[in-house]
């Protein structure tokens, strides 16, 4: 059995129910002091029995003094269970009637060896919790405080109304203000857009023209869809950027068109010549076609034939500016690379056209309602770059010319050295021109050195490679007058095949050609 330390332990509180069941009343209701104990079936109880009373024989003033029932629990007996059933569950003893009458006779042992008696303290305790005066002011309070409760929820009740009404009002308030605001954002939207310009059909459409010289001048289309259609012996010249263009059923028409933005779609034409600048080009049933382009990407041909193909030349003074808006690089021109969607074999159906086939066709007559200041389909005067493209080179030795950024001066500089090339060295030929960003690595791995790092990162490098006989000792000579350290030239014939052959690689893949 667990020894019991009842000096180290004070009798606490636990719940009563922890004890068990082991008291019920009498049939005597003046044993008010007196125990009865229940299922006395082993042979231990009968000590657990005779120490209870005697441990409960002071008789003390009733616990609960407001009871409806004759039934009176002595006054200590709660607190005294309380530590019993404490006792028991930290020691859990096999035995409980030897552990409870142990437990009992050490308790009584206590009481009579100190001042303290825990039944008196306990019936104290519980006569302070219950009698009348405590319990008066304690209903007192409870009354008063339920009656304060009443009032304050009173009070808190109105605020929320008053709080629900003031929001509902300004809501009202706010709806009325929003419903005017709208209403006033509707009229200034009907004054913007009666007083916009409304686009006139006419003018971004051509339908059915025959035998006749239409112009579109520069501001007219701004960036617009156009549409050429079932036209025949016509001059069309639209002299502004679009975003896209169709041409379709037209035959024996000369068109010139200022750069577009997105692609041209020419379908079902025959015996035209167009000259265009654009993102995308294709076409499709279309027969002995020339046309002069300049096209960012790979130009694309389907179910066509006797397509004739050549560079890109005009200018006019609105030109360069049209260009950046359409977000078009002058450098950038992959006409000579066709792609052909139905080829037929041993047969093809593209071919490029000689450099010095004349463009009279695409110079407008002169009158009042056509005037375009700086126009000609010169070469030396065209702002794309005149390349030979993928057409047959004259000479085994080619050069490479990169030009770093050096901001709006590049351009410049770049055309400097074409016109310089091209004035005192005709017999070397421009193949082809880009304009990429590169990054440090790319640019060290097809220069081979680091040595123009810094100028990388500044902004986009224009690339030329020219063909001809000592053409990179000429470049040389021509970019010593220049003093630019920004430009590389390759060194030799040998060095430059490897490096064009980088430079376009990397060039091809940024421009996903």
């Not at 929001?167 to 203000?177: S, V």
């Not at 076609?289 to 096209?295: G, H, P, S, V």
């Amino acid at each position: 059995m667990p020894v019991l330390n009842l000096t180290q332990r004070q009798h606490g509180c636990l719940p009563i129910s922890a004890c068990g069941r082991f008291v019920e009343k009498t049939k005597n209701e003046n044993m008010s002091n007196a125990v009865v104990g229940v299922n006395v079936n082993d042979v231990h109880q009968h000590e657990f029995v005779e120490a209870l009373p005697a441990f409960l024989k002071k008789s003390v003033p009733m616990a609960v003094p407001f009871s409806n029932t004759r039934l009176r629990v002595p006054a200590g007996f709660r607190n005294i269970l309380k530590g019993f059933a404490r006792e028991v569950l930290r020691d859990q003893p096999d035995d409980i009637f030897a552990y409870g009458s142990t437990y009992f006779d050490r308790s009584l042992q206590i009481n009579a060896e100190s001042d303290c008696d825990s039944v008196e303290a306990g019936a104290k305790e519980e006569n302070c919790m219950y009698s009348s005066d405590a319990f008066e002011k304690a209903a007192l309070g409870a009354q008063m405080s339920s009656d304060n409760e009443a009032a304050a929820l009173k009070v808190q009740t109105n605020y929320r109304q008053y709080d629900a009404e003031k929001t509902a009002r300004e809501m009202r308030q706010n709806g009325t203000a929003v419903k005017i605001q709208s209403v006033f954002n509707r009229h200034q939207d009907r004054k913007f857009w009666d007083k916009r310009d409304r686009l006139n059909p006419e003018v971004y459409l051509v339908d059915g023209a025959v035998s006749r010289t239409i112009c579109r001048l520069p501001t007219s289309i701004n960036g617009q869809q156009f549409i050429i259609q079932n036209c025949k012996s016509c001059k069309i010249f639209v002299f502004d950027h679009m975003a896209s263009v169709t041409i379709d059923d037209c035959s024996d028409c000369c068109i010139f068109l200022g750069p577009i933005k997105g692609s041209i779609f020419i379908r079902d034409c025959s015996d035209c010549r167009v000259m265009v600048a654009c993102q995308q080009f294709r076409t499709r049933d279309c027969r002995n076609m020339e046309i002069f382009l300049c096209c960012s990407t790979q130009p694309i041909i389907e179910s066509s034939s006797g397509m004739k193909f050549s560079c890109f030349q005009y200018s006019y003074s609105q030109l360069e500016d049209q260009f950046q808006k359409s977000g078009l690089s002058v450098f950038n021109n992959n006409w000579s690379d066709i792609h052909d969607f139905t080829p037929v074999p041993d047969e093809r159906n593209y071919s490029f056209l000689p450099q010095d086939t004349l463009l009279d066709c695409f110079i407008p007559p002169s009158t009042e309602d056509i005037h375009v200041e700086g126009l000609s389909v010169d070469r030396t005067k065209s702002i794309i770059p005149h390349t030979l493209g993928k057409q047959s080179r004259q000479h085994d030795e080619s050069c490479l010319i990169i030009f770093f950024s050096q901001g709006k001066t590049s351009s410049n500089e770049v055309r400097s050295f074409m016109k310089k090339m091209s004035e005192d060295h005709a017999d070397c030929d421009l193949v082809q021109s880009k304009e990429v960003h590169l990054q440090p690595s790319e640019a060290e791995n097809i220069i081979g050195t680091n040595d123009y790092k810094s100028f990388v990162t500044q902004g986009p490098v224009v690339g030329l490679e020219y063909n001809g006989e000592n053409c990179c000792k000429i470049c040389h000579t021509v970019t010593k007058s220049q003093h630019n350290k920004r430009i590389f030239i390759s060194q030799d014939a040998t060095a430059a095949k490897k490096e064009i052959e980088n430079f376009y690689n990397v060039a091809n893949l940024q421009l996903a050609i």
